[in-house]
């Protein structure tokens, strides 16, 4: 994944997550996986925010907010699950955050009955295109 936008970031990441996992394994509250994700990404010294509000922009104006799990060093937003499988609607979630906002990429942590995780992208030259003014998470 080195070669993909943030690729060395969304790696350790994504073996935090598999640490994680290991250690707790499934059956937790999302909560639980929230805010162990936060300690261990911590211990590895990455700088991870929690449950920050984050903008939503259309047409330059804000409509609403959204609460992020967790976003990492300020480019990789994820977005945390405790449930049987990832399905459609985790990642239409995840990628509608990633339109409405300037953070390019996103994970998807699952920690059900298997550890999955997803990579999503959305290019900001691609959410101008919309006419749309992205915002910035704060921070």
């Not at 959204?66 to 399905?87: C, M, P, T, Y």
């Amino acid at each position: 994944m080195k070669d993909f936008k943030h690729g060395e970031l969304t790696d350790k990441i994504i073996r935090v997550f598999y640490d994680v996992y290991r250690e707790l394994g499934h059956g937790f509250l999302e909560s639980v996986y929230e805010k162990s994700m936060l300690i261990a990404l911590r211990e590895a010294n990455i700088g991870v925010q929690f449950r920050l509000p984050i903008d939503v922009s259309f047409r330059g104006q804000v409509v609403g907010t959204f609460e992020g799990d967790l976003l990492v060093e300020n480019v990789v937003l994820l977005e945390l699950k405790a449930s049987r499988a990832i399905d459609s609607a985790h990642e239409a979630q995840l990628l509608n955050y990633l339109r409405a906002t300037n953070v390019e990429v996103g994970l998807l942590l699952n920690f059900g009955p298997k550890p999955e995780f997803r990579r999503l992208a959305y290019d900001n030259a691609r959410k101008g295109q919309r006419g749309a003014a992205p915002s910035s998470p704060p921070g």
